[in-house]
């Protein structure tokens, strides 16, 4: 699928994305300046998230260690909320920049509200891949998708562009439902370069007769961006921030200005100069074992980075509320949640409505994952 309706991805001409997240922290100023500094320094695209967390996580979930000492994770995402009528402000400011807006839903609430400011696309952050529920939701909208595809195995990647009713044709175009670009992706923050196999752009492109780009988490600028280029990545993301040293959740791993400036300026030279040339020069510069780790063998595989992080990262369903032994799960008693630091995971998503209706066969307490022996 060469063109992903109004966004033009294609292989060799990648689309940038400068990754602002929740970096601004609510602060419209700092945004506008954030969007700014990211159009400067080449991005074409900017992405937020719109954060809810009682979308994302159980209040039980646990705790983070911050600088300031010690904190709920779930206390910790109430700080990224901000209102709708922020987004709407820093997509016009985008827009009238010639930037492309991006942000990625959690849950329905924030997808809903991110459909009234009418996005042209839309993004799949890599936990909620497995989100069956959320994924149909946003099919309906008929938009293009970007979906991320960390912490995942091939199945999960078939089962999430089912969810979103893609269905390949002979042509390679989606029939009968929406254009999807699949972003490889490791979750774990930062990533080693070598652990992104980049080989395996092109086996998911074969693979799902989708374009293929990267979510870029490591620290360098220029190594996975270029090597990605030359596998033919269709878009190429990367976190941005104004400096290291601010606040913002994932400013310790985001490129501020001059770096990303420098991951445009590496990648455009890239495509001047051709891949077997590229190549070469970073085999001199960085050495060839180094450049066959990163580039890996293809395989979709989870990277060592992300193994610990499988099924907690990803959504599973959890009991809002202590449900008694013999008690019926009502569908409002399901969750469906990250699992994270110190809950058991449960059932994937894609269980919820055969979960719903079941008499619990032992007490599941609340915040814990629902399983096949709870009922």
Same mark, same amino acid.
Request: no cysteine; aromatic share 6%.
């Given at each position: 699928m060469k063109i992903l309706r109004e966004c033009d991805l294609r292989a060799g001409n990648p689309l940038l994305i400068a990754e602002l997240g929740t970096s601004h922290g609510g602060d419209i100023v700092k945004a506008r300046e954030m969007i700014a500094a990211a159009g400067e320094a080449g991005a074409g695209c900017v992405k937020f998230q719109m954060v809810f967390a009682d979308e994302i996580l159980h209040p039980d979930t646990g705790e983070v260690a911050l600088?300031?000492?010690?904190?709920r994770l779930y206390d910790r995402f109430k700080q990224l909320e901000s209102p709708v009528e922020f987004f709407a402000?820093?997509? #016009?400011? @985008?827009e009238a920049r010639g930037l492309l807006f991006l942000c990625t839903p959690f849950g329905l609430k924030? @997808?809903? =509200?991110?459909?009234q400011l009418n996005p042209k696309i839309v993004k799949i952050a890599s936990p909620e891949l497995n989100y069956t529920r959320l994924l149909e939701h946003i099919s309906q909208w008929g938009l293009p998708v970007l979906l991320s595809s960390g912490v995942s195995l091939l199945g999960d990647i078939e089962e999430a562009l089912a969810a979103l009713h893609f269905h390949e044709n002979e042509t390679?175009? @989606? @029939?009968d439902g929406v254009p999807v670009c699949l972003l490889h992706c490791v979750t774990s923050y930062p990533a080693p370069e070598t652990d992104y196999n980049l080989r395996v752009l092109k086996n998911l492109s074969g693979i799902f007769g989708v374009p293929a780009g990267v979510s870029d988490h490591s620290m360098d600028p220029e190594l996975v961006p270029v090597l990605a280029l030359g596998q033919g990545a269709a878009v190429i993301e990367k976190h941005f921030c104004l400096s290291r040293g601010d606040s913002g959740l994932d400013d310790p791993i985001a490129l501020p200005p001059p770096l990303f400036a420098r991951m445009v300026q590496a990648v455009r030279a890239a495509q001047k100069a051709g891949p077997e040339e590229t190549l070469a020069a970073l085999i001199r510069e960085r050495g060839g074992e180094t450049i066959e780790r990163i580039l890996g063998t293809g395989v979709k595989r989870l990277a060592p980075s992300e193994r610990a992080n499988y099924r907690r990262t990803n959504r599973s369903l959890h009991a809002l509320r202590?449900?008694?032994?013999? #008690?019926?799960?009502?569908?409002?008693?399901?969750?469906?949640?990250?699992?994270?630091?110190? =809950?058991?995971p449960g059932l994937p998503p894609?269980? #919820?409505?055969?979960?719903?209706?079941?008499?619990?066969?032992s007490f599941i307490p609340r915040g814990e994952g629902i399983r096949f022996q709870d009922i």
């Open positions: 600088p300031g000492g010690k904190i402000e820093v997509k #016009e400011y @985008a924030s @997808a809903d =509200l991110l459909r390679g175009q @989606a @029939a202590d449900i008694a032994e013999g #008690e019926i799960i009502g569908a409002d008693d399901i969750g469906v949640f990250r699992t994270e630091k110190i =809950l058991r894609r269980w #919820e409505t055969l979960v719903a209706g079941r008499k619990a066969r």
